[in-house]
């Protein structure tokens, strides 16, 4: 969803120059002295994006 707004959102978009990767921290996951533990990161393949963005159909803008 988030490719599909900067996609609506920024002229010239490109997902592997604008897209970052994702971060979840888990609150009750952290412990200290433990950086690996709570943290989730990822960053999906262009071709990943591609196929789930294909599988969510067109971009509806909601208007305001």
């Known amino acids: 969803a988030l ?5 609506a959102r ?8 604008h897209f970052g990767g994702v ?3 888990f609150l009750r996951g952290l412990a200290p002295g433990k950086s690996e ?5 990822d960053r999906p ?8 963005s294909a599988l969510m159909g067109d ?4 208007k305001s």
């Open 59 to 62: 971009f509806a803008e909601v």
């Open 23 to 25: 971060r979840y921290i």
């Open 10 to 17: 920024l002229v010239n978009y490109n997902y592997e120059k």
């Open 45 to 52: 393949s262009a071709g990943k994006i591609t196929a789930l």
């Open 37 to 41: 533990l709570g943290i989730f990161r």
């Open 3 to 7: 490719d599909k707004y900067l996609r």
